[in-house]
């Protein structure tokens, strides 16, 4: 199905561990974003990148990895998990950063560090 | 930081226009205004946006005023299953291509 898909859903992980994040999108949309949302903060913007090996930092990197060696997949990668990173992460998409170009979100994955 | 303004809550009647503003003083001209909503904890839904003309598609309408300093978006007949967080972002291009989100409007419509 045409869209944008994370995977898990849901994620229970302990602290220290590395765990990963996927993300694949079916538009071949060049621009690709990875948000947190916490109680309180909002949607705050992780990575982003522009198009395949292109990425670069957002409001709230660190602890945090990515990459894109496909057009289509984004991962975000927590290498040493802690507990300030339980979080619901958003993955979203969009064809281009021109204003005029709406991003699609996925559903999210809840995680959480124990 | 979010470039808006928008009232933290909001209430409705079902089957009653909603009309959430936002206040975006230092938009600039090639900055375009989006609305979006997040419903309990699904993902962010794009709804519309506008650059100066008013918008409307099949879910809700975009009025901009002339000065672009403020919008107002308007579901005509709200239904209980548009009871969500709405966002109004500002998003301009190149390096600000982001959508950066503030708090948004809760917006409850009521039976």
């Known amino acids: 199905d045409a869209g944008i898909t994370q995977s898990p859903r849901y994620k229970i992980t302990e602290t220290g561990r590395q765990v990963t994040l996927m993300c694949h999108q079916t538009?071949?949309?060049?621009?690709m974003f990875w948000y947190r949302q916490d109680l309180g903060h909002g949607l705050r913007l992780i990575y982003y990148s522009a198009a395949a090996d292109i990425t670069d930092k957002g409001e709230v990197p660190d602890g945090y990895v990515v990459s894109r060696s496909k057009t289509e997949n984004f991962p975000l990668t927590l290498e040493s998990a802690t507990r300030s990173q339980t979080s619901v992460y958003f993955c979203?998409?969009?064809?281009?950063?021109?204003?005029?170009?709406?991003?699609?979100f996925g559903q999210g994955t809840r995680l959480t560090v124990v | 930081d979010a470039k808006t303004t928008q009232p933290p809550s909001m209430d409705c009647a079902e089957g009653r226009a909603a009309n959430l503003p936002c206040n975006h003083s230092?938009?600039?001209?090639?900055?375009?205004v989006y609305w979006y909503r997040q419903i309990h904890s699904q993902g962010p839904q794009y709804i519309i946006h506008?650059?100066?003309n008013n918008e409307t598609n099949e879910m809700a309408s975009l009025i901009i005023t002339e000065d672009r300093k403020s919008s107002t978006l308007i579901l005509p007949h709200a239904t209980l299953r548009d009871t969500a967080v709405y966002y109004c972002?500002?998003?301009?291009?190149?390096?600000?291509?982001?959508?950066?989100f503030g708090k948004g409007t809760k917006l409850s419509v009521k039976p």
């Open positions: 979203a998409s969009s064809e281009s950063r021109l204003g005029n170009t709406e991003a699609f």
């Open positions: 230092t938009i600039s001209g090639n900055e375009y």
């Open positions: 972002i500002v998003r301009g291009g190149g390096s600000q291509g982001n959508l950066i």
């Open positions: 506008g650059l100066k």
């Open positions: 538009w071949s949309h060049s621009y």
